[in-house]
């Protein structure tokens, strides 16, 4: 593992097996009736969120919190930010105050990795989302997701996804997990096919490691998991398709499409959910649709991330030896 975690596109294959390994280890701890181990006491981990945020942000806190570390929420909202204060002069007062971990999710692409690699600060660095450039923990619980639903959770260990055909619809232009799952996903060995209309994808598309089609009904009849990816109206400063009815009636996911997927795709979705715009009720609320799957998983993840990235050795989780009788 590297030092900071700032791009699924940094990771190696078994990196990211490494971690996805990890979290089952993780995952066994939130079966127990104490949901805790000691392993970053002493640890201090700062949340700097730059942009609004529920799930990520939360599922960082309880990750942390889940290792014992000393966790402190930093929100733009109500700091010295709306004064005026830049990122270095935030980055120097964390690094006065010692903290070993600093999580960032901002707005400027770029942000993350300038801070991790500006000399401001001495502390690991983890991307909790910047800009439109990249979200990589996103992408590696969305992958634990579909190892766990699509291979299985113990036999999944030590595996990849070589072969499995995930397709991404929506709006891939603003989408930070768009890209970082593609990048993710092709280091995993799946085949990546990207859905949108053309106004919503990226100038450069064509060097990107997946395939691109405009139609949504031709890939879900081959595809092991199709995940829906919201339309970001707050980055956008044009119209970039004639109405919202357009946009569902031919990038959006009803019964009726599901009905088309191999009887083993799994939905999935990054969210927050539009229901009724990329994705119907029926479907968000289907068998199939793995959203709070994600959630849980999430935490997971990001415990196997600050784990390992932190200094982690020793086997995740000690299981008790059973004595011979």
Not at 30 to 47: F, Q, S, Y
Not at 119 to 126: E, F, K, Q, R, T
Not at 280 to 298: I, K, P, W
Request: with cysteine.
């Amino acid at each position: 593992m590297q030092r900071h975690l700032i791009s699924a596109a940094d990771l190696t294959r078994d990196d990211a097996v490494l971690i996805l390994d990890t979290a089952e280890e993780m995952a066994r701890v939130a079966d127990r009736p104490i949901k805790k181990l000691p392993t970053l006491r002493g640890r201090t981990i700062v949340n700097l969120f730059f942009e609004d945020s529920t799930r990520t942000r939360i599922s960082f806190e309880a990750a942390e919190k889940r290792l014992s570390a000393d966790v402190i929420n930093f929100t733009a909202k109500g700091s010295s930010v709306s004064k005026g204060e830049s990122l270095k002069d935030t980055a120097q007062t964390l690094e006065a105050m010692g903290v070993d971990a600093v999580v960032i999710r901002h707005g400027a692409s770029g942000a993350p990795y300038r801070l991790a690699n500006s000399g401001w600060i001495d502390a690991v660095v983890v991307n909790a989302g910047d800009g439109t450039h990249q979200h990589p923990t996103q992408a590696l619980l969305d992958a634990f997701t579909m190892r766990r639903r699509l291979i299985g959770p113990d036999a999944g260990l030590g595996q990849d996804l070589d072969g499995k055909r995930i397709t991404l619809v929506g709006d891939v232009l603003h989408s930070r997990v768009a890209r970082s799952n593609v990048d993710l996903l092709h280091t995993l060995g799946a085949e990546v096919t990207l859905v949108a209309p053309p106004t919503l994808l990226p100038v450069g598309i064509e060097t990107w490691p997946c395939e691109v089609s405009y139609d949504l009904d031709s890939t879900l009849p081959k595809s092991d998991a199709v995940m829906m990816l919201r339309v970001q109206r707050e980055r956008m400063n044009a119209a970039f398709f004639p109405t919202e009815r357009e946009y569902s009636r031919r990038y959006g996911l009803d019964g009726d499409r599901m009905a088309r997927m191999p009887e083993h795709a799994i939905v999935m979705h990054p969210g927050p959910m539009v229901r009724g715009m990329e994705i119907t009720a029926e479907v968000a609320d289907s068998d199939r649709c793995t959203v709070v799957e994600q959630v849980a998983n999430g935490v997971s993840i990001r415990m196997a991330v600050l784990y390992l990235l932190l200094g982690g050795n020793e086997p995740a989780v000690t299981h008790p030896r059973t004595e011979e009788k």
